[in-house]
């Protein structure tokens, strides 16, 4: 009974995917699709040997792998050669018809993504891998089988197919992907398409199963059980099989169409979901590909036209300040609205007051703008001969815009920042560093449950967490929670507050005050109110302390805000004052750096650093010449390799404890 009902639900999910993400029309609410997966995932849970490779619930992303394996392309991914303008496409055709008496092209949207090859065998999805060199490319298998609109298994059990497509990260879904990867202090991506590719060659497929990636496929390159004479035909083919096929492509029997064609197509950019960078022009007609061939590059019977950045006149009306969640102050210009590469455009980034002296961008200015990668509208050029005296010249403002916290820029940086601990602007990020693994470590507080907790306004700073106990009632309603879970995270809130000074330091995200900087200073100093009452000299004869982490911790502690905050946390009963301070050291490791690699046989790596710091040392975690000791532990790799080269002295973990008295 229950291996039917799994076949129904595969078939039911299967077709509800396709509805949804290959022909946008769906015909079920996302809770309804949720609950038939739910359903399919707990019967393969109680019936392992029914799972199959294209059960819909194999997209979730399994264990991270290892490495990619090398794929070689028995058909080669080649790239198009690229044109740029109306007379290089005349050109081309001219090319075309000099070898050929009557031919029809298909023209296609360009696809700005990263591209892949798929293969079916009897229908189900065996392989997939990235374009690499044309020839050898890496098996991303199981971060594919997390696309969506890759089918699993197709319409159609052809006997074996390969095709290949452009997988792509939706704008919106980027620019949410950015800001998220911006309040978590990680790589911010320059285009979606370098999103697509860093998503798909993760390790992890876990991660490219977060990102809502899609696919186009716009190729047949090998096919056993059908024929094709066309290249529009096998588009209809793969259409039908269950694929996402390059929407909208035009046949045109002369290049005057081509170029009409290809002007349709430029037209729409802007206006999608997705990337357009260009046109492809390919012969239609199968044979007569073969009879043109290829050159060790590029096809003879294809180019991409490559659209060039739409510019438009307008005015720059104001300019005003954004505040990023990590506090950043960014200017933008507010525009006089203009139609560029497809939508309308009333705002652009201005970057940084660098980058608007270096312009020479004023108020008032009649200025040149274009969206950068068809996306983000920015600032080209000022048209200076336009100005007429009335033009104003921007300054950026002393104090945040969100808060009135001062704004402080520091030397040799682009970037003014709010240092307003408690600026709404800043919220999300502040409080998911605060909860973060180095900082104060409370297990269950996600980024998630703090975009939900901020969403329903049960916290806006740091100081609501430990708050949290009071609003027990209103979170245990909340979808996703339930009591178990409500309760396991308020213990684990409580258990945080004997965290200690060292970590409550990390947590306040004090620019330039990390891990290593905040047990120096809980070393230093009693408890948090020592600390807040220091001055520069005391700061700056701490070790490692300089002149910018001491005007850094000084600027923290006088903000009005950040008095507001101690006062609440004290009031919570979070413990401020320093386990460290005052204890006894040994010194015999005083000024002296080690460098730890390799497993050792009892020490775990923590500890180790722990027995350094603690008798005087620095651990560092790479080796130079003022380096004094390398511990080393079995599987030692390059750090040795370099000290010996060095001369650096080399000891074990029995040496280590001796010097030490341990």
Known sequence: MDEKRIKELREL?????YKYNVLDDPEIQDREYDMLLKELEQLEEMHPGLITPDSPTQRVGGEPIKGFKKVSHEVPMQSLQDVFSIDELRKFDERIEKSLDEYEYVVEQKIDGLSVSLEYENGVLTRGSTRGDGLVGEDITANLRTVKSIPLRLREDVEFLEVRGEVYLPVGDFLELNEKQEVLGDKIFANPRNAAAGSLRQLDPRVAAERNLSIFVFNVQQVRGREFSTHSESLEF??????????????????????KAVDEIGNLRGNDSYEIDGAVIKVNDLTQREELGSTSKNPRWAVAYKYPAEQKETILKNIFVQIGRTGVLTPNAELEPVRVSGSNVSRATLHNIDFITSKDIRIGDH????????????????????RDGSEKEFVMPNSCPACGSPVGREENMAAYRCTGIECPAQQFRSIVHFCSKPAMNIDGLGPSLIDLFIKKELISTIGDIFYLH??????????????????????SIDLSKSNGLARLLVGFGIRHVGSRAGKLLAKSFSDIDALGKASHEELIVIDEVGDIMA?????????????????????????????????????????????????????????????IEDNGGKASSSVSKKTDYVLAGSEAGSKLTKAQTLGVTIIDEEEFLKIIGG
Do not use: W
């Open 470 to 491: 009071e609003k027990r009632d209103s979170m245990v309603i909340l979808e996703g929670l339930g009591e178990k879970s409500v309760d396991k995270l308020i213990e």
């Open 13 to 17: 999910i299967n077709y509800h995917n």
């Open 367 to 386: 200025v040149i703008i274009q969206k950068a990668g068809d996306i983000i509208p920015e600032v080209v050029e000022v048209i200076k001969e336009k």
């Open 551 to 611: 005007n850094s911790i000084i600027s923290f502690f006088t903000n009005p805000q950040t008095t507001h905050l101690l006062g609440r946390l004290k009031e919570a009963g979070v413990d401020m004052a320093s386990s460290d301070y005052g204890v006894k050291k040994s010194g015999v490791l005083l000024e002296k750096t080690v460098v730890l690699t390799g497993a050792l046989p009892t020490l775990k790596r923590d500890e180790a650093k722990k027995l």
């Open 238 to 259: 793969l259409k039908a099989v269950g694929f996402k096929v390059s929407p909208g492509y035009y046949i045109c029997n002369k290049i005057d169409e081509v170029i």
